[in-house]
């Protein structure tokens, strides 16, 4: 399977060293099988940064996990919204797991994460929400083991807008 990486910066050895925020699933490397949605998280963190370029990286993922400790949400958006909330909050339970997998909060996704994490909806009304907007996949690697092993570095290249 092919996956992508949006950055500013050609990434042939990733590692989760770099990760400095809480995101979805936690701190870790993160990659999508969708070209356009890494393409324009590309350009959106080049957009940022005076100078910088947009870069594509692209990885053969390797399709063996039973080596790992691997939490997949597929379409469980349920468990999904209470997890994403917790990662942002700070928690660290996200570092039992080698992988995660699921889907990403984009900006129109996020605004109903911050809604039911504020109290204005309730989980019921976030979820039916969150099912109006086109959502994309993640895959966060949380131990380096897991990147070691499973993803191969292909190439990398500017992304132009």
């Not at 399709?63 to 691997?70: H, I, N, P, S």
């Amino acid at each position: 399977m092919i996956v992508y990486h949006g950055a500013v910066e050609t990434v042939q050895k990733p590692d989760v060293l770099h990760s400095y925020r809480n995101l979805d699933f936690g701190k870790g490397f993160y990659v999508t099988s969708v070209k356009e949605q890494a393409e324009r998280w590309a350009l959106r963190k080049a957009d940022l940064i005076k100078g910088a370029k947009a870069i594509m990286n692209e990885y053969t993922l390797l399709e063996d996990w039973t080596a790992f400790v691997v939490k997949d949400f597929s379409e469980d958006m349920d468990e999904w919204i209470d997890f994403v909330c917790a990662c942002r909050d700070g928690n660290s339970g996200y570092k039992k797991f080698d992988i995660i997998k699921g889907k990403v909060a984009n900006d129109k996704v996020y605004r109903v994460v911050n809604f039911y994490k504020s109290g204005v909806w309730d989980k019921e009304r976030a979820i039916h929400e969150m099912k109006v907007y086109k959502t994309y996949d993640q895959i966060a690697f949380i131990s380096q083991k897991a990147i070691d092993v499973l993803l191969i570095y292909q190439k990398s290249y500017e992304v132009i807008k």
